[in-house]
């Protein structure tokens, strides 16, 4: 828990930072923070690294440089000029913070989420131009149907939230004004209970879905070997595998629990006629991971028949091999047209990156039966979406996309919520875990920093020494002399050394650790936080420097 001098501590910083941004806003226009939320119910508390936060709320500043952008060198020049004037300012004391930044299903819809998603092919270049901004150290990218997020640690939280937003609008094209309606901004233990909640599949749109987990390791297996995807990003998604693992095997979250495809064959059943979706002829279009998983769903259902149309027949094949008994139809993208004038529903989820059916489309497409409804229902559960909007304005054609699944997940409601709780233990007893273990990094520098003072005194000393022995000393006796006083160094060293380190594993041995890292700082004047962040930050204005 942060104390009250603490938290007196952190707001002065707050206001110090926002008095320097008032002072280098162009033209004198005030700068502004925002409160962006994230809608879950937890209770308020105190977040340990920073200023009194809801745990699904920070702040964003939103006027945080001139509007010349041709400044921009001279901007991060300003900055360290501040910090290295102000050693009391909050920027220099604050340690580097883990961060998220992004939207999903529940903040965002499909048009936004669309323009933002990210390839999974391009999430090194991502991570590289984030990495490439000025207070960003490491970052990882997690885009799917239903969420973008973008995972960051940065040497000041607030300038790196400033930086990821911008860098986000840049992509998208999506003015920043209108971007941040949406986004969500959570901040050291509130970002990491939020990746464990997600790994779990809390944050689904269907509770305990396990498409997400896979995901999440799909970001570990894509960040390995990428410059940028460094020990604290990448320490943080496996143990948020951990998690979505330890959730799925410790409770029965995962029991009924449904897939997105699986919740789209749903919603099939909802608008199909009653008795009727026996006879409906199916089309799914994509053999992909979704489009497999539609598959089985219809299986599971009783459906046995249906038309699927890729690219190529291979994945088709090993999917007819599984389903042996079902009588899979395998149909090239050239005949998807045919294909859909024949069929009463039609499931969608491919990669394409242009919507496959518009209205255009579907006017030339065969009438649907009446038993079926008279109407063919497009079910697209792809992001950037597959079928134009603009479909649903014929009268003979209806279009439901992943927003719309919400419908079939509403019910059981006190069940979920239960499970849920199941799964809150483990994901705050992880979280503990993993904030321990970071907290338990802050001594490093201090162990650096102390040994490399002790060894700058010993040899001075040393030469003294050796200079009052004379010339003729032999090497044997230098190496004894050396040796001598090396050995006295550890000796004198392994007590404090001892101190420093901590494993995190006990709450109470860690508290002691960083309250003897802290006396040793004062002690020795080694000013190890101040100091390893300026490095950082002139690295990072040189590297800008150089481009």
């Known amino acids: 828990m942060a104390s009250a001098s603490g938290f007196a501590t952190s707001v002065a910083g707050v206001k110090t930072m926002e008095s320097l941004i008032c002072k280098n806003s162009s033209k004198g226009s005030p700068s502004q923070f925002r409160i962006f939320c994230k809608p879950i119910g937890n209770k308020r508390r105190i977040v340990k690294r920073g200023v009194s936060l809801n745990p699904r709320c920070d702040v964003e500043p939103e006027v945080l440089v001139a509007n010349d952008k041709n400044d921009s060198r001279a901007s991060s020049f300003s900055a360290l000029e501040q910090l290295k004037s102000s050693a009391v300012d909050r920027y220099s004391k604050e ?19 669309e323009k933002l998603a990210i390839p999974e092919a391009e999430w090194p270049r991502a991570i590289g131009e984030l990495c490439g901004l000025n207070h960003i150290e490491e970052a990882a990218v997690l885009s799917t149907c239903n969420r973008m997020e973008i995972y960051v640690v940065a040497l000041s939280w607030h300038r790196g939230i400033r930086e990821v937003t911008e860098w986000m609008a840049k992509t998208s094209g999506i003015p920043a004004s209108e971007l941040r309606q949406h986004l969500f901004l959570l901040r050291d233990n509130d970002a990491t209970q939020h990746l464990f909640e997600v790994s779990a599949g809390l944050d689904s749109l269907v509770l305990g879905e396990g498409q997400i987990l896979a995901q999440v390791k799909q970001v570990v297996k894509v960040g390995q070997g990428v410059a940028g995807f460094g020990r604290n990003i990448s320490d943080l998604f496996k143990r948020a595998i951990t998690v979505g693992k330890r959730v799925r095997t410790e409770t029965n979250i995962a029991a009924g629990a449904v897939s997105v ?93 242009t919507p496959l059916f518009m209205k255009e489309h579907v006017e030339g497409l065969s009438p649907v039966r009446p038993e079926i409804g008279g109407v063919r229902l497009f079910i697209d559960i792809s992001v950037p979406r597959n079928v134009g909007s603009c479909v649903s304005d014929h009268e003979t054609a209806k279009v439901y996309n992943v927003d719309d699944l919400k419908e079939v997940v509403a019910a059981n409601k006190e069940d979920r919520h239960r499970k849920a709780m199941e799964a809150q233990t483990i994901i705050a007893d992880e979280s503990k875990q993993f904030e321990a273990w970071r907290d338990s990094l802050e001594t490093v520098p201090t162990i650096k920093k102390l040994r490399a003072y002790v060894e700058e005194i010993r040899v001075a000393e040393l030469e003294k020494c050796l200079s009052k022995m004379g010339e003729d000393i032999p090497k044997k006796t230098r190496r004894a002399v050396d040796d001598l006083s090396r050995g006295i160094m550890n000796k004198i060293l392994h007590g404090p050394m001892q101190h420093l380190r901590c494993d995190g594993s006990d709450s109470r041995t860690l508290g002691e650790t960083l309250e003897n890292m802290h006396a040793l700082n004062r002690m020795f004047n080694l000013e190890t936080e101040v100091s390893v962040l300026e490095q950082k930050i002139r690295a990072k204005v040189e590297q800008t420097q150089q481009k």
């Not at 340690?95 to 989420?113: D, F, N």
């Not at 009727?276 to 279009?285: G, T």
């Open 95 to 113: 340690k580097s913070s883990i961060l998220v930044v992004g939207l999903s299903v529940h903040t965002a819809p499909v048009e936004m989420r």
């Open 261 to 353: 495809s699986s919740a789209a064959v749903e919603l099939a059943l909802m608008k199909l006629p009653e008795s009727s979706f026996s006879s409906a002829r199916m089309l799914v279009i994509g053999a992909g991971k979704m489009g497999k998983l539609v598959i089985k769903h219809l299986v599971a259902k009783g459906c046995t028949k249906m038309v699927v149309v890729n690219r190529s027949e291979d994945r088709v094949a090993l999917i007819r091999e599984e389903f042996n008994s079902i009588e899979i139809i395998y149909k090239p993208l050239s005949e998807m047209l045919a294909c859909a004038s024949e069929a009463d529903v039609i499931f969608t989820s491919t990669a394409s990156e």
